[in-house]
């Protein structure tokens, strides 16, 4: 074997790599999958890693359809809000069946007999096997005002003609809980989305000035963070609920009641972002922005922000349940919104006494979807934390 011989001194050396520019574009060497990635974009991204957590995904829908259900609300309850039912106080839910007699009829529920026990001078309802009463879908029934501007009396699901359907059962004045706990969720569930936004919006701006500039505002700020924190929470509850007047309407009670629940949680975020662009803002990024003349509001919202954005994603999913449940312990309490508003909270002080929760345990049903909701919150915030970071 003989060795090559050495070039010439001079001459240029032999080489086997392209000389022609790199293009960052070029996905020639890549497979089909590698190249999706590679182009793809970071909401993409996000996308793909948010639908490997299933619970978080199974969470994201079930809210969905739950904020999609309160726009139309008055369609899927079967009776208006304020519909009574006199000869039905106090009934207990009623059971749906499929099959009478072993005979496929359909979705219906039997009608119902009451008798008054003398003694307790309880009411007992009892199934009569022989009165079969069809469920009825997309008919007409209750009328109402559509958002209380459009007259309506479409249902999605109606009783039978002459017939009952209350599959939560009723209240003290026959009022059929499922279509209760349907108009009630408008309420609990928007005033977490508004109360949210109000409380973001005090929480980064002062808390983006104070971490950023820091100085004698930041000194400031974090005084009155202290102060606000230090005061218990029924306390203050009680004092700012206070301050609203009787006489306001229904709809100035619910934001004031807003305002009140984003006063209380602003102080948290607000640390948060605080701490984070004190730690940021020292990144030479952020010096070059300075130097090519960006402003406090640019740099702080096109660069630092975007840089914790899961754990602002994180917080507000937190945070939302925290406001449904702060209005529900309000309005339970008495403090908080009143009739003729309805809420989960407003519903639930039907059962504040120790009777009727042992004769009439329907109705805590209202608990139930304050809870399903607060789960799926967490779940999802879970799900969208770590698909905030696709690339970790």
């Known amino acids: 074997m003989t060795d090559s011989p050495l070039p010439a001194p001079g001459a240029p050396l032999e080489h086997y790599i392209s ?11 890549m497979t089909v999958e590698q190249s999706k ?31 999609s259900g309160i726009l139309i609300c008055e369609f899927l309850a079967p009776y208006n809000l304020h519909t009574r039912n006199m000869d039905y106080i106090y009934s207990p839910p009623q059971q749906v069946h499929l099959f009478h007699n072993g005979e496929f009829v359909g979705p219906f529920v039997y009608g119902r007999q009451m008798t008054l026990d003398m003694d307790t001078l309880k009411r007992n309802y009892i199934d009569n096997q022989d009165d079969v009463q069809r469920l009825r879908f997309f008919c007409k029934g209750d009328s109402y005002r559509f958002w209380g501007l ?22 003290r004045l026959g009022r059929d809980v499922l279509s209760r706990m349907i ?21 980064i701006v002062i808390g983006g000035l104070a971490g950023y500039h820091g100085g004698i505002f930041d000194l400031i700020v974090q005084r009155i963070i202290e102060v606000l924190q230090s005061i218990p929470s029924i306390p203050l509850w009680l004092a700012l609920a206070a301050i609203m007047p009787i006489t306001w309407s229904p709809i100035l009670i619910y934001f004031g009641i807003t305002v009140i629940l984003g006063v209380l949680d602003w102080t948290g975020l607000a640390r948060a972002v605080r701490s984070k662009l004190l730690a940021l803002r020292e990144e030479d990024y952020v010096l070059a922005a300075q130097l090519m003349g960006a402003g406090s509001s640019r740099i702080i919202g096109r660069h630092l922000i975007p840089g914790f954005m899961s754990h602002l994603i994180a917080t507000a999913t937190l945070s939302i ?35 009727v929760i042992a004769f009439y345990p329907w109705l805590l049903l209202p608990m139930l979807p304050v809870i399903l909701v607060i789960m799926a919150f967490n779940f999802l915030g879970d799900g969208l934390r770590d698909a905030a970071d696709p690339y970790k």
């Not at 890693?49 to 809210?63: D, Q």
């Not at 249902?155 to 209350?166: M, R, S, T």
């Not at 309420?187 to 109360?195: D, K």
């Open 19 to 29: 000389s022609a520019p790199f293009d960052l574009q070029s996905v020639e060497a």
């Open 37 to 67: 990635v590679f182009q793809a974009s970071q909401l993409r991204l996000m996308w793909w890693k948010f639908r490997m957590h299933r619970l978080a995904l199974v969470s994201g829908i079930f809210l969905v359809v739950l904020y």
């Open 150 to 171: 459009i007259e309506g009396d479409r249902h999605f699901v109606c009783p039978a003609e002459n017939g009952q359907l209350f599959l939560a059962g009723t209240d």
């Open 183 to 203: 108009y009630g969720a408008r309420i609990s569930l928007t005033i977490g989305l508004v109360g949210i936004s109000f409380s973001f919006l005090l929480g």
């Open 321 to 355: 349940p925290g406001m449904i449940l702060g209005e529900t312990a309000l309005s339970f309490l008495g403090l908080g919104l009143r009739a003729p508003i309805t809420s989960w909270g407003i519903l639930l002080t039907e059962a504040r006494s120790v009777n």
